[in-house]
């Protein structure tokens, strides 16, 4: 997709700053109050960057004041003054720097008004006007990395998104855990095995999951070939998002081969021929079918933001803002492990101006999470925060109604979403980590059910899932069990869901976004 002349990155901008006031200092962008997106610029896929919105007509709320534990001066490299866990020790700190040298040189993967147009997005579904839907790999690879797997998990997010979007009746976010999910924090720094202890296995862009000295010693040119493999599949998405592919004129060539005689297949199959009936009944009607909203689609990236010697080395000041972006991703969040509030990764996300996330246990404090949000969202800004709730279904019950009540008395905006994956992980008989796609459903039925009790919305789902026909996750209508797991283990990190377990969960949650869709139609809150 070529970039609009509007880019708002200047070519003076690829070498940042070092100082910078919070954004607490800024002023807030301006959310429109609709209950579907806007018509300007509405299917543009990856957009290339816009102007700045106005903020004279902003609906923002102020959130009550806490104490703010990291107030100051923000820096882009402030975050060094703060302790940084999860982070690798490297051998050659020369070779270090000269790599993030290079990086900084190199153009951004993303852009500034790309990010600025998502966070209205998450704005719209933190007031239940839309629905998120995240997905991808736990953590892409070196190895795995080709057209076809990126085709494939784009495809599946494509389906899903046609049937919660049908289910919802609302438009549906749709962002990849793609182009730069290549971090995993670890619970410990090292590995034994037989008396041989090492570093902990990092993530592609730090070391290898071999367990050999040389493999497993952090290398910095790794980010590198991160940094180049995430150009390259943002390109293709690009390509698949905007050059016909995602047309919805093709949502009936969207199934993958091996659903095609599924039960998801053929519920996919009769959803499709509705869809193409709708179709064709507004082109009889007169309505034109080639417009880009029909022929294109939104689609955003997104990772966890781990390796903040990259990170800091591909942010960009805005230069139609003067704020600062994590031109790595659109969206990034900050992990259960690393979301200290006096901690490096928080310091250094709250003066970038990308939405964020932030991954909530059951050990999460209510307090603690109320003065997180104020300390990345001093301007309580819709959109800038989505809460991704990760904690078991019994947990979810019980925890989550007292986080949605702390957030709520504080008058801060978030977009709630669930991560139905991290707190269900299992080890199976044979030794391989799984998940149990009935202990994925449950936790989902409880994010909604606790969401419809506390009369909050339910603003999206966060999924590790892939397009390939994998077997990783047990249970679901085809039935995978703990022997079926090693004939197509893939992962090298966490079990995902294959494509046809994703297809069964969007349609299950799709069917409670229509329940949700007629109960406030009957009670006249539409």
């Known amino acids: 997709m070529a970039l609009s002349n509007s880019s708002s990155l200047s070519s003076k901008s690829l070498f940042p700053r070092h100082h910078h006031e919070p954004q607490a200092n800024r002023s807030p962008l301006s959310l429109r109050p609709t209950p579907f997106f806007s018509s300007i610029n509405r299917i543009k896929a990856i957009h290339a960057a816009d102007p700045a919105k106005s903020s004279s007509n902003s609906t923002v709320s102020t959130p009550t004041s806490t104490t703010n534990p990291v107030a100051g001066k923000w820096s882009i490299d402030s975050w060094k003054s703060r302790k940084a866990l999860q982070l690798p020790e490297y051998p050659d700190p ?32 933190a007031m239940g006007s839309a629905f998120l839907l ?36 609302m438009p549906v976010v749709k962002v990849g855990r793609m182009a730069g999910q290549f971090a995993k924090p670890r619970s410990e720094p090292f590995e034994e095995k037989n008396g041989i202890k090492l570093p902990s296995y990092r993530g592609d862009n730090v070391n290898g999951d ?18 180049c493999q995430s150009v390259a599949t943002l390109n293709l998405l690009r390509a698949f998002a905007t050059g016909g592919y995602a047309a919805m004129q093709r949502v009936n060539q969207w199934n993958l081969d091996f659903t095609e005689h599924s039960e998801q297949g053929d ?43 990259y990170e800091q080395a591909l942010t960009r000041e805005d230069s139609t803002t003067g704020l600062y972006y994590d031109c790595s991703a659109h969206m990034l969040w900050v992990g259960e492990r690393t979301r ?20 909530v246990s059951d050990k999460m404090d209510p307090n603690e999470l109320v003065k997180l949000i104020d300390t990345l969202n001093p301007q309580n800004k819709p959109g800038r925060i989505t809460v991704i709730t990760r904690m078991g279904a019994e947990n979810m019950r019980v925890k989550l ?10 008058g801060q905006i978030v977009t709630w979403v669930s991560d139905p994956m991290h707190g269900n992980t299992i080890k199976a008989p044979c030794g ?24 909050s919305y339910p603003g999206g789902v966060h999924l590790e899932m892939t397009g390939q026909n994998v077997t990783e996750c047990v ?8 022997n079926d797991l090693t004939s197509r283990y893939h992962t090298h990190c966490d079990p995902r869901l294959n494509a046809s377990q994703s297809l069964e969960l969007a349609f299950i949650i799709a069917e409670r976004l229509r329940k949700r869709r007629l109960g406030a139609r009957q009670s006249g809150a539409f």
């Open 340 to 359: 200290q509030l006096d901690g490096a990764h928080v310091e250094f996300l709250r003066g970038v101006s990308n939405p964020l996330g932030i991954k």
């Open 432 to 455: 391989l980590k799984t998940r149990s796609f009935d202990a994925i459903r449950a936790e989902v039925k409880a994010f909604f059910d606790v969401h419809d009790q506390e009369g």
């Open 210 to 227: 071999a367990f050999e000295e040389k493999a497993r010693t952090p290398d910095p040119q790794r980010m590198v070939r991160a940094y």
């Open 475 to 482: 249970g679901g209508s085809r039935t995978i069990t703990y």
């Open 267 to 309: 519920r996919y199959h009769e959803l499709a021929h509705r869809v193409d009936e709708a179709l064709g009944f507004m082109a009889a009607a007169g309505h034109t079918l080639d417009h880009p909203i029909m022929t294109t689609t939104e689609f955003w990236t997104s990772h966890e933001c781990l390796l903040l010697p």
């Open 94 to 125: 020369n070779e270090l720097e000269s790599v993030l040298k290079t990086l900084e040189s190199f153009p951004p993967i993303v852009f500034a008004g790309e990010a600025r147009i998502l966070e209205e997005r998450l704005g719209q579904a």
């Open 401 to 410: 109604p007292n986080l949605i009540r702390a957030v709520r008395r504080a």
């Open 134 to 169: 995240q997905g991808g790999d736990c953590a892409e690879s070196f190895k795995e990395f080709n057209a076809n797997n990126i085709r494939d998990t784009f495809r599946v997010i494509l389906q899903m998104g046609v049937v919660l979007m049908f289910g919802g009746q």
